[in-house]
Structures are given as C-alpha cells and as structure tokens.
C-alpha cells in the first residue's frame, strides 16, 4: 500500500482507539465495540480523510487538482458528520424516548436505534487536525 493509504487508515485507527481510551477513562470498562462504533470524540472520519488529502498534498502538490477533488471531499464529509449525521442521531434519541413511553403502556419491541452517529464541531475538528498530525507522521516515515 502506499503511503496515502496508510496515512488515512491509521489516522481512522488512531481516532478509534481514542474513543475506546475515552471510554474506558469515563466509564472505567473496556468495550471493544468502541473500535467500531460511530460518532463521539474525535471523529474518525474527519481524522481519515483529513490524512488523505493533507498525503495527497504532499505527494502531488497542494496546489494540484488531485488535491482539489481530496480536500472537496474531506470538506463534504466533514460537514456531513457534523449536519446530517448528527441530527439524524438526534432523532435516533427522541424516536427512543417514544418507544420507551410506548413500551410502558403498549407492547412493542423495544428495538433501540443508534444515538451516537454524528458529531459536534468540536470533534471534527480534532479528527480532522488528527489526520493531518497522522499524515505528516506517515510521510515521514515513508521512504
């Protein structure tokens, strides 16, 4: 794989492995499913596509159109995770709370959505800043 590659899937395992840190730190348990799960701090999106333009700047130039087309997606990604994905956590956790009241006084399943899908400003910026840290490492590392 070439250095591009890798700058952004270990930017993508750092930033998991931060949640599970974060995790294990608040809650004191250990769950692997944090190296998988969506949203929370930092995002491992903004920090894997972050490494991926920053790596393409620096091998075809910054001012390339092949870093054009890498930092328009980071951007859309980023704005993504912090809009769309978040409200629709947003209404995963009010669509909860009916199903809760629900369940009380009906019988239904209790099937439970996905709160924690987007994120704040907050932690794209430091997964995307992340990223950039990652790629900068990689590249310098790389032959």
């Known amino acids: 794989m070439n250095a591009t590659v890798w700058a952004g899937v270990a930017a993508w395992f750092i930033a998991q492995f931060i949640k599970l840190f ?35 700047g620096l091998v075809c130039g910054f001012g390339s159109p092949t870093f054009a087309v890498a930092f328009c997606l980071a951007i859309i990604v980023m704005i993504d995770a912090q809009t769309v994905r978040r409200a629709a956590g947003q ?38 800043l992340l990223g950039i840290v990652t790629a900068l490492l990689v590249h310098s590392f790389a032959p």
């Open 91 to 128: 209404q995963a956790r009010i669509v909860n709370q009916i199903v809760n009241e629900l369940v009380k006084t009906h019988r239904f399943p209790q099937h439970k959505l996905a709160e924690l899908l987007g994120h704040t400003r907050l932690e794209v910026l430091l997964g995307m």
């Open 22 to 56: 974060i995790h294990l730190a608040r809650t004191r348990t250990f769950d692997s499913a944090f190296l998988l799960r969506l949203g929370g701090m930092p995002s491992s999106h903004s920090a894997a596509v972050s490494a991926v333009a920053t790596s393409i």
